[in-house]
């Protein structure tokens, strides 16, 4: 059974300071990565997706991706309150058909 | 940017009763869509993968007697919930791939149908 492991959290932090989340995934063959935000009773909308070793930035978030260590993590800067959500990670199955979810990690941002 | 569509958006049917789920795809046609299924405080649990003229594929553990689905046409899948029951409510999303890119990461999602049995 191909897992992906997430904190389900919370994690609070403040306004303005870096959120980082992360992730690590079970199949050592997986090609693709994801993160998709959640908002209560909404469905998921994608973040970042990331392919390779290494960082992948994209305005205030960044991805970062360790296949080695089946890793991969999602850092955001200067948090908003908006920011407030539940943070999917999704990895690819290895025909690259289908997602496979964790359980989401819950971020809280005060201000 | 691609939309998908979904309805009805929230639907509260007695026990025993059948419910139908549309997903529409917009604006871009969609070989293969997703039918997903989310409890409160649980992740998307993947239940079905449906392509457009074949039958489904359904996850281990997902009745397809139960969960219909028909994908009748590119821009068009429906889940039926046969004689649902209270055990059966959940957030029903459904994600559309786009035939044309094609891969994982052009799925894109539904709003979702909130599904209460009683």
């Known amino acids: 059974q191909k897992e992906v492991e997430q904190n389900s959290g919370p994690l609070s932090v403040p306004e303005g300071a870096i959120a980082s989340l992360n992730c690590t995934y079970s199949?050592?063959?997986?090609?693709?990565f994801f993160w998709y935000r959640q908002y209560s009773g909404k469905s998921p909308e994608l973040i970042m997706s990331?392919?390779?070793?290494g960082d992948k930035e994209d305005g205030r978030f960044t991805a970062q991706l360790n296949k080695a260590s089946q890793y991969v993590s999602l850092l955001i800067r200067d948090s908003q309150p908006s920011d407030s959500a539940t943070y999917l990670c999704?990895?690819?199955?290895?025909?690259?058909?289908?997602?496979?979810f964790g359980k989401g990690t819950t971020l809280s941002v005060s201000s | 940017g691609a939309v998908v569509s979904q309805h009805p958006s929230r639907v509260i049917c007695k026990s025993g009763t059948s419910v139908k789920i549309e997903c529409r795809s917009l604006?871009?046609?969609?070989?293969?869509m997703f039918w997903y299924r989310q409890f409160p405080k649980q992740s998307l649990m993947l239940m079905a993968t449906?392509?457009?003229?074949?039958?489904?594929?359904?996850e281990q553990g997902v009745e397809k007697d139960k969960f219909l689905i028909n994908h009748a046409s590119l821009t068009l899948s429906t889940l039926t919930v046969t004689s649902a029951h209270p055990e059966d409510s959940s957030f029903y999303i459904c994600?559309?791939?786009?035939?044309?890119?094609?891969?994982?990461?052009?799925?894109?999602f539904g709003p979702g149908t909130r599904l209460t049995v009683l």
């Open positions: 994600s559309a791939r786009d035939a044309v890119a094609g891969g994982v990461d052009t799925q894109y």
């Open positions: 199949d050592r063959v997986s090609q693709s």
């Open positions: 990331i392919y390779s070793n």
């Open positions: 999704a990895v690819g199955n290895q025909a690259g058909t289908a997602l496979i």
């Open positions: 604006d871009f046609q969609a070989t293969t």
């Open positions: 449906s392509n457009e003229g074949s039958k489904a594929t359904y």
